[in-house]
Nanobody, 127 residues
Framework: VQLQASGGGLVQPGGSLTLACTAS????????VAWWRQAPGGGREVLTC????????FYGDAARYRFSPSKDNDRNTVYLQMRNLKPGDSAKYFC?????????????????????WGQGTQVTVSS
C-alpha cells in the first residue's frame, strides 16, 4: 500500500491550496481516510477524516470552517481543500488510513492507530 501526497507549496496568507493523496494497493472507497499535519518541532495533529462506511466527514478543531476534505473513488484519491491559510498552517501534511473499526472514523484515536501513512507534502504560508 502506498499513499502519495501532493499539492503542497508556498502560499501567501489568505490564499488557498488543495492537497491530494492518491492510493495504490488499496481501494479508498471503504476506508477511513484522515488528513494530519505536523508543524516543525510539534506533534502530529489530526485535521479531518472521511468515513468509509457512510462518507461522513469529521473535523478536528484546526480544520473546522477552513478545510474541506473530499474523496474521489474513481481516482482513488482524497483531497484537502484549504482556504484562508494562515502562517500557523505551515506544516507537513499527511494522509493516513485508519483500519481500526471497519472504515469508521474516530478523531480521538492517536496516530498509532493509523495503519498506512503517506510521505507528506509541505505547506508553507508566508508573505
Amino acid at each position: 500500500v502506498q499513499l502519495q501526497a501532493s499539492g503542497g507549496g508556498l502560499v501567501q496568507p489568505g490564499g488557498s491550496l488543495t492537497l491530494a493523496c492518491t492510493a495504490s494497493g488499496i481501494a479508498l472507497d471503504r476506508e477511513a481516510v484522515a488528513w494530519w499535519r505536523q508543524a516543525p518541532g510539534g506533534g502530529r495533529e489530526v485535521l479531518t477524516c472521511i468515513s468509509g462506511t457512510d462518507g461522513y466527514v469529521f473535523y478536528g478543531d484546526a480544520a473546522r470552517y477552513r478545510f474541506s476534505p473530499s474523496k474521489d473513488n474513481d481516482r482513488n484519491t482524497v483531497y484537502l481543500q484549504m482556504r484562508n491559510l494562515k502562517p500557523g498552517d505551515s506544516a507537513k501534511y499527511f494522509c493516513a488510513i485508519d483500519q481500526t473499526d471497519g472504515g469508521a472514523c474516530n478523531l480521538i484515536r492517536t496516530e498509532e492507530f493509523y495503519r498506512y501513512w503517506g510521505q507528506g507534502t509541505q505547506v508553507t504560508v508566508s508573505s
